[in-house]
């Protein structure tokens, strides 16, 4: 539970600095050690959401470091000197025996933990979190064990091929910046990585100045305050500059292609067009795009390609990231229909957006629609922290708040604008998943599929 204060309340709420409000978000900055804290009072019910993201992910991985924050993710639950299962106080333990929903993400921009919990068991959440931050162990023991699970893992995603199919159009749409790396690494990387590469890797980023904490719930703002200032008040900010600068990469000079082959039934075909990063301008029109040509039976690729039979499903996916990223076509191949006539009614479809626009009808519904799905991803204190988060990992937490208002300044010149613009062969990645034999899997978009601040 958490230790008595040695500094009055009013000391540890004044050591944060409140830097705006905006949509009911409190933004504050601690004075020392830079920690930025995000607070959304809600009283719907006595809970709270407790996350803390922290800037770093796969795209601040070297090689021979690739998957590094996914394992810093598992080990970071073996525990402290505190909080260890071998003196019966695991972060599990000690978690869920007050109600706590607790665990964590990786993406390439970011990793979260969080907690949704009984609000009156908050300052536990945060002494835990506060007390890992910089007290993870490490123990080259915990290393060696979540290696296997981490290698497990890695496994059932190569086995899974549309999984296969991402990781490998990734890998070749970004020749040189980290964003080609999976997530969770390359197998080479997972097997010959050790304590020590691990520490330094944790060394780098694992600080108050590099971290945002997100409190949603039934809460009041200067007790929350209060509370971050004991527990975190008294971690210095790193004393080096947290690396920020990854490669830049190269500009695409024309299509590139890669195959998958692997036992399966039905084939795929997997669009990726380089795209701006996350905060660009462009970023709504092409996700209101994304729901114009792929999202419903009146959507322009189920018109042209499931109605015909050539597909049996499409998604769109905008890939909203802090580097530029990819827009994304993924369609999954009817029985009996040829990658090549699929690739050309996708092509088709592009170049009538291109040549002759959308309507304003088809923007009202994607508008209609993307509204519908924020309200739904923004229902409770642990959807909003989820959304927050990734707003996070892009570069500016506003953007959680804007989103509504930038997708309905949207217009219909701004959609032809933006599919001309970036869905050009010179940005293209094509991939394809050929099938060798029958089944293994039921063929859905893999979990990062979903991945995003908007979808």
């Not at 795209?275 to 792929?294: N, T």
Request: proline letters at 7%; one cysteine or more; aromatic letters at 8%.
């Amino acid at each position: 539970m958490a230790s008595t204060p040695s500094t009055s309340p009013s000391d540890l709420s004044s050591s944060f600095e409140h830097v705006e409000t905006l949509g009911g978000i409190q933004s504050y900055r601690h004075a020392k050690n830079d920690l930025e804290v995000l607070i959304l009072p809600e009283s719907a019910a006595p809970v709270a959401t407790f996350m803390v993201t922290y800037r770093v992910g796969s795209r601040n991985e070297p090689m021979g470091l690739t998957g590094a924050t996914h394992f810093l993710e598992h080990l970071m639950f073996k525990g402290t000197e505190r909080f260890h299962k071998s003196k019966g106080t695991s972060i599990f333990h000690e978690l869920q025996s007050v109600g706590a929903k607790v665990n964590a993400s990786t993406w390439v921009d970011r990793t979260n933990y969080y907690e949704m919990l009984p609000v009156e068991h908050l300052p536990l959440a945060v002494e835990i979190e506060a007390d890992r931050m910089r007290g993870a162990l490490l123990d080259p023991a915990d290393v060696e064990s979540e290696r296997t699970v981490i290698l497990n893992e890695y496994d059932r995603g190569r086995n899974n091929p549309t999984s296969r199919l991402f990781d490998e159009v990734w890998a070749s749409a970004y020749l040189a910046h980290p964003y080609r790396h999976p997530t969770i690494g390359w197998r080479s990387d997972i097997e010959g990585v050790d304590d020590d590469g691990l520490r330094h890797f944790y060394d780098q980023y694992y600080w108050p100045n590099n971290a945002t904490l997100s409190i949603i719930g039934d809460v009041d703002p200067e007790e929350v305050l209060w509370t971050v200032g004991e527990h975190f008040g008294g971690i210095p900010p790193s004393e080096h500059e947290i690396m920020d600068h990854p490669v830049r990469e190269p500009e695409q000079s024309g299509p590139r292609r890669v195959e998958v082959r692997q036992d399966g039934q039905l084939g795929a075909l997997l669009h990726a067009y380089k795209s701006p990063d996350g905060r660009h301008d462009d970023a709504e029109a092409l996700d209101v795009l994304g729901r114009i040509l792929a999202s419903g039976k009146g959507s322009r690729l189920f018109r042209n390609c499931t109605d015909r039979g050539l597909t049996t499903d499409a998604y769109a996916m905008n890939f909203r990231l802090r580097d530029p990223g990819l827009f994304c076509l993924l369609t999954f191949l009817a029985p009996d229909q040829t990658h090549d006539d699929v690739e050309e009614a996708v092509n088709e479809v592009i170049e009538e957006v291109q040549q002759n626009g959308v309507t304003e009808e088809e923007v009202r519904r994607a508008q209609t629609q993307i509204r519908a799905s924020e309200a739904f991803d923004r229902d409770g204190p642990m959807k909003v922290a989820s959304q927050l988060n990734e707003a996070i990992a892009i570069g500016d937490w506003r953007l959680y708040v804007q989103y509504p208002d930038r997708i309905d300044a949207v217009t219909p010149e701004d959609v032809q604008r933006v599919a001309r613009t970036y869905l050009q062969p010179e940005r293209l990645t094509v991939g394809r998943y050929v099938p060798t034999a029958p089944p293994a899997g039921d063929g859905a978009p893999p979990a990062q599929a979903a991945a995003g601040p908007v979808q």
